[in-house]
Every structure is written in C-alpha cells, then in structure tokens.
C-alpha cells in the first residue's frame, strides 16, 4: 500500500464532502504505516474531518487520531 497515495485521496474525499470515504481511506494508511510525518498527516486530516463531522460523525474520527498515536508509540 502506497500510504502517501492513500493520505493524498483521502484529503481529496473529504474536500469533496465525501467523509466516509476519507475516513476509511484514513483508517487503512493509519494501520499500515509507522511513519511519524505520515502520522502527522493522517491525525491532521483526520482532526480536519472530526470539525466538520456532525454530532455523531466525531467517533470515527477520534478512532484515526487514537489508532495514529498508538501506532506512532503516542497513545
């Protein structure tokens, strides 16, 4: 998996307004990476996502975030 590839479309989806997508797109380069500027990237579209989702959009988003600090040794 190419995850700057998969960073890159994710940040396109949720320009679009398609924030399922970009989340999922987000979740699969969050497991497949330990690269710490990679990292950097997901949590901060994923954080971009997360202020824009609606009440119950946030979860999704929080899961990214976490999912990328455990992963980079943060959580």
């Given at each position: 998996?190419?995850?700057?590839?998969t960073?890159?479309?994710?940040?396109?989806?949720?320009?679009?307004?398609?924030?399922?997508?970009?989340a999922?797109?987000l979740?699969d380069?969050?497991?497949?990476?330990?690269?710490?500027?990679?990292?950097?990237?997901?949590?901060?579209?994923?954080?971009?996502?997360?202020?824009?989702?609606?009440?119950?959009?946030?979860?999704?988003?929080?899961?990214?975030?976490?999912?990328?600090?455990?992963?980079?040794?943060?959580?």
């Amino acid at each position: 998996m190419d995850v700057s590839a998969t960073i890159e479309e994710a940040r396109r989806e949720l320009e679009a307004g398609h924030d399922k997508q970009a989340a999922r797109l987000l979740t699969d380069a969050a497991y497949a990476t330990h690269d710490t500027e990679l990292e950097e990237q997901i949590r901060q579209l994923a954080a971009q996502g997360r202020e824009s989702a609606g009440m119950f959009g946030k979860g999704r988003w929080d899961e990214i975030i976490r999912v990328a600090d455990v992963r980079s040794g943060r959580g």
